[in-house]
């Protein structure tokens, strides 16, 4: 007799299908298990069978062949055990099977027979889904987590006694209802706490608005790490699909569902397997588990070079993959990335209060770490200078994160529109920017963004950035027309590491009307 049972693998974020499949023939006693199974998927036999025993079933003197299909690729956790608990006893009779077709099973089993959490439930709940699956049996465990999936009739049990109560009607377990964890505003550091730094706090708005990378650049003690946590307090409230979304990537790294916009702050020595994912098997990184919010790099001269390099493809996709011999996994990786760096390696060139000690060569190796087509991809770079003690005891109190998140809300629907920022992926790319928005350029605008391309020898990445982020400056604005005032505030952040200028120096305290 064989009997399948329906259940799932992780690949990187997302999940594919595995059906276990249990053959009750006869010869001597046995237990074989087929499919490229790795070690954890193997020793569930000796789970399986203590669990067994523990919730009083006993395993028929058979010989037993379980086959996980497709027996192509690699089974890797411990989630098939309650799959492979339930296949056995439905061979032997001792389960009802008739709903197993349409019923994806997981968990992992302990000797006693009591289920234990599984990495990736939601990968594999949505996977379910879209494979046509009616019905999952999950663990008791991580019941909140399965009620973020809907469109499936999920069922939590706490043993395998549950489990098979449950398949053979003689136990009623009730569905999960549906949860949405709601957003701890009141947790999130507001960006009314900042004094002054008025030219930051504008890029941090145009950074939200527009979803473009920032750069920040100056001494110790600026506030760049400051500025940057309150990055996500700015953006728009996730729609239910993007909760989801973030839910299942945390999932698949075996984390909690975050609450509110992810913030991924990685340290410096972190490795680009690390940052950009990877290992065996493949794990999300950095830039994925900061997906729909944001990915701060902290001292980003002092990552280590192949890590940085590989941001590169990744700023400019939205989209991490990963080739193995084998496989293929396509990750998704569409964050706003934050740079923060000082100026040298004592941090103190170009400060008008401190001496920098470096050498042009000390400075102009820390700066060689960054290599020029990274630099380019930052559509804002901001230089901030140290703010004085006056400016903390009597500067003026600044807007609110609710009230720019506003401002923020509005200028990204008239970006969704316009086509300029579709919804839930990164900003058009700039051959659609130049035929789209080059027609949208008054006169004047379109006079100074051709100087400015000659003189400060932009490249052709670097003038549709500066397109895009005029273009978003548009949108704050609450403009059709992109103006000479939005170019030339937009050309403004694409200053090179030397110092604030007079530019940058000179920007508005309010959003430009």
Known sequence: MTTRVRSSSLVGVDAQPVDVEIHLGKGLPGFDLVGLAEAAVRESRVRV?????????ELPPRHL????????????????????AIGVLAACGACAGDELESTL??????????????????????????????????????????????????????????????????FHVPPLEPYES???????????????????????????????????????????????????????????????????IASAAGLAPPSMRPFRAPHHTASSAALVGGGEPVRPGEVTLAHGGVLFLDELPELQRNAIESLRTVMESGEVAIARARERVVMPARSIVVGAMNPCPCGYAGDPQRMCKCSPARVE???????????????????????????VDRGPVGESSALVRARVA????????????????????????????????????RALLDRAGDRLRLSM?????????????????????????????????????DGPGDAQSAAPASPAR
Not at 141 to 158: F, I
Not at 206 to 220: E, K, Y
Not at 380 to 389: A, C, D, I, T
Request: a positive charge; aromatic letters at 4%.
């Open 49 to 57: 069978r203590a669990a067994l025993a523990h919730s009083g079933f």
């Open 365 to 391: 190796s820390y700066r060689g770490r960054l290599s020029g087509p990274l630099l380019d991809r930052f559509d804002l770079r901001v230089w901030l200078s140290p703010v004085r003690m006056a400016e």
């Open 105 to 170: 099973v997981l968990g992992e089993l302990s000797l006693s027979g009591e289920l234990r959490a599984v990495t990736g439930l939601l990968p594999m709940l949505r996977r379910a889904r879209t494979q046509g699956l009616t019905r999952a049996i999950v663990p008791l465990a991580q019941a909140r987590e399965a009620s973020l999936v809907t469109g499936l009739d999920v069922r939590a049990v706490a043993t395998l006694g549950e489990c098979v109560g449950l398949l053979s009607r003689a």
């Open 65 to 84: 062949v379980l086959n996980l299909a497709p027996a192509d690729t690699k089974k890797r956790g411990t989630h098939f055990d309650l799959a492979i």
């Open 410 to 445: 509005r200028a990204r629907e008239r970006a969704h529109e316009h086509g300029d920022l579709e919804r839930g992926q990164r900003p058009t790319n700039t051959a659609r920017l130049f035929a789209r928005h080059l027609g949208e350029l008054e006169p004047e605008a």
């Open 182 to 248: 709601a957003r701890p505003t009141s947790l999130e550091p507001d960006l009314s706490d900042v004094r002054g730094q008025v030219v930051g706090k504008r890029a941090l708005e145009i950074a939200a608005a527009g979803q473009h990378d920032l750069l920040f650049v100056g001494p110790p003690g600026a506030g760049k790490t400051m500025l940057a946590r309150r990055l996500p307090g700015l953006l728009p409230e996730p729609s239910p699909d993007e909760r989801l979304e973030a839910a299942t």
């Open 461 to 497: 990445r670097a003038l549709g950035r500066t397109l895009r982020v005029a273009r978003t400056l548009a949108h704050l604005a609450e403009v059709d027309r992109i103006a000479v005032v939005h170019v030339a505030e937009a050309l403004r952040y694409r200053g090179d590491l």
